[in-house]
T-cell receptor, first 112, second 115 residues
Framework: QKEVEQNSGPLSVPEGAIASLNCTYS??????FFWYRQYSGKSPELIMS????GDKEDGRFTAQLNKASQYVSLLIRDSQPSDSATYLC????????????FGSGTRLLVRP | NAGVTQTPKFQVLKTGQSMTLQCAQD?????MYWYRQDPGMGLRLIYY???????DKGEVPNGYNVSRLNKREFSLRLESAAPSQTSVYFC??????????????FGPGTRLTVL
C-alpha cells in the first residue's frame, strides 16, 4: 500500500462546476497536509496547507481534513479551464517533519 | 528575488558519465531538498538538508550524492549515470519549523536523459 494514494484521473468537469479531489494516507502519525498544483512541464506550486481536522477555505479552494478516516480532499469551486493541471497531495509526519511524502497526483481537466 | 534556481535546464548524458545539478535559493530558507519525478510515480525525495551543514538520505538516494555548499546552495551529483536515472529533477527549499517545512518552494526543474 502506498503511503499517499490519489486517483490518477483524469477527472473531467465542466467549467463552473465543483471539482473534488481526494487523497488517502496510510500513516496515522501524519500531521501536516498539503496540496500542490503542477501544470504540464512546470514545477509544483503550493496552493493549500491544512493542519487540523475540518475545512480551510482560500478563495475558490477548500481543503478538508479527516484524520480519523485518514483522508484529505481539495474542492475547487467555479472551476476554470486554467485550473486544468495535476494536483499533488503531500503529507508530513511528526517524526520526520522535514520530509514530505507525495501522492502520484490527480490530473484535472476543466472543459470550457 | 529569483526564488529557487536550477542549472542546467536540460542535460543528456551517456551511461557512466558524471554530472552535478546546481540549485540555489535566495529566500534565506534553512531547508533544501532534491526530488525526482517520473511518470506515474509522483515526486520522490532523493536527499534533503534540514539546515546548513547537514544532509540526510530520502526515499531513493542510491546513485546520488549531495553537498550543502552554504545556506543558499545545494548540489546533487551523479557519479556514474545510469538509464534508470533518466528523470526530471526538482530542487526545493522551505523555512524551518514543524509546520513551515512542508510549505516548499520548487525550482523549475532539470530534465535529464541518460542514454
Amino acid at each position: 500500500q502506498k503511503e499517499v494514494e490519489q486517483n490518477s484521473g483524469p477527472l473531467s468537469v465542466p467549467e463552473g462546476a465543483i471539482a473534488s479531489l481526494n487523497c488517502t494516507y496510510s500513516d496515522r502519525v501524519s500531521q501536516s497536509f498539503f496540496w500542490y498544483r503542477q501544470y504540464s512541464g512546470k514545477s509544483p506550486e503550493l496552493i493549500m496547507s491544512i493542519y487540523s481536522n475540518g475545512d480551510k477555505e482560500d478563495g475558490r479552494f477548500t481543503a478538508q481534513l479527516n484524520k480519523a478516516s485518514q483522508y484529505v480532499s481539495l474542492l475547487i469551486r467555479d472551476s476554470q479551464p486554467s485550473d486544468s493541471a495535476t494536483y499533488l497531495c503531500a503529507v508530513s509526519r511528526e517524526d520526520s517533519s522535514y520530509k514530505l511524502i507525495f501522492g502520484s497526483g490527480t490530473r484535472l481537466l476543466v472543459r470550457p | 528575488n529569483a526564488g529557487v534556481t536550477q542549472t542546467p535546464k536540460f542535460q543528456v548524458l551517456k551511461t557512466g558519465q558524471s554530472m552535478t545539478l546546481q540549485c540555489a535559493q535566495d529566500m534565506n530558507h534553512n531547508s533544501m531538498y532534491w526530488y525526482r519525478q517520473d511518470p506515474g510515480m509522483g515526486l520522490r525525495l532523493i536527499y534533503y538538508s534540514a539546515s546548513e551543514g547537514t544532509t540526510d538520505k530520502g526515499e531513493v538516494p542510491n546513485g546520488y550524492n549531495v553537498s550543502r555548499l552554504n545556506k543558499r546552495e545545494f548540489s546533487l551529483r551523479l557519479e556514474s549515470a545510469a538509464p534508470s536515472q533518466t528523470s526530471v529533477y526538482f530542487c526545493a527549499s522551505s523555512d524551518t519549523g514543524l509546520l513551515l517545512a512542508g510549505e516548499q518552494f520548487f525550482g523549475p526543474g532539470t530534465r535529464l536523459t541518460v542514454l
